[in-house]
């Protein structure tokens, strides 16, 4: 059973405009959230993270906010560039072990 | 540059065939993992280390062994692979976990 849901294995968006890549998840344990970035033949790279205290976390072009009643989290990009198309991963923890627990990833891609 | 160096990029083996992948860092990290990729799925944990030899199970460790002899240094032992064991590794490093710098990945087939 996948603890952490990424529902959308691809999503096409207009350069310019907003994206958004949906995550969930299903362990209420969890209590910090990352998201990575990975382009083909590269490793991942973390891109920002927030933590169950917050609700939305801004840095730079991105954004992540955290729906805890709801076991969701979103990353926007606003406004979508054509370097931002990558595999994104949603990631979770919970400060009980050293665990990261991944989605599956969404495939972004940036149309000009 | 600070980076985790994986080696080799590409590896083809036999089954039952020994093999090491090593993994490198360059930024004193105490925190260091291992991971598989598989189609469909998310990036799983095999094996961590929260310092000088100190390692842990992660979520798949059956088949895998590790060393933490030294900070800098965290090799992934294959004993007896098998093609189950096909996939695409990364390591990874941070000041404690979660990790937050990746090796490019190793591409291990075992036929």
């Known amino acids: 059973d996948q603890q952490v849901k990424q529902n959308s294995p691809s999503l096409s968006v207009q350069e310019g405009r907003i994206s958004i890549l949906n995550c969930d998840y299903t362990?209420?344990?969890?209590?910090?959230f990352l998201w990575y970035k990975k382009y083909p033949a590269e490793g991942p790279t973390f891109l920002i993270s927030i933590s169950s205290i917050k609700d939305k976390n801004e840095d730079g072009r991105f954004t992540v906010f955290l729906n805890k009643s709801a076991k969701h989290l979103s990353l926007h990009i606003v406004p979508s560039q054509p370097g931002d198309s990558a595999v994104y991963f949603c990631a979770a923890s919970d400060n009980s072990n050293y665990q990261l627990i991944w989605g599956a990833g969404t495939k972004l891609i940036i149309k000009p | 540059e600070a980076q985790v160096t994986q080696n080799p990029r590409y590896l083809i083996t036999v089954t039952g065939k020994k093999l090491t992948v090593t993994c490198s860092q360059n930024?004193?990290?105490?925190?260091m993992s291992w991971y598989r990729q598989d189609p469909g799925l998310g990036l799983r944990q095999i094996y961590y280390s929260m310092n000088v030899e100190v390692t842990d199970k992660g979520d798949v460790p059956e088949g895998y062994k590790v060393s933490r002899k030294e900070k800098r240094n965290f090799p992934l032992i294959l004993e007896s692979p098998s093609p189950n064991q096909t996939s695409l590794y990364f390591c990874?490093?941070?000041?404690?976990?979660?990790?937050?710098?990746f090796g490019n990945g190793t591409r291990l087939t075992v036929t």
């Open positions: 990874a490093s941070g000041d404690g976990p979660p990790p937050l710098h």
């Open positions: 930024m004193n990290h105490e925190y």
């Open positions: 362990n209420s344990m969890f209590d910090y």
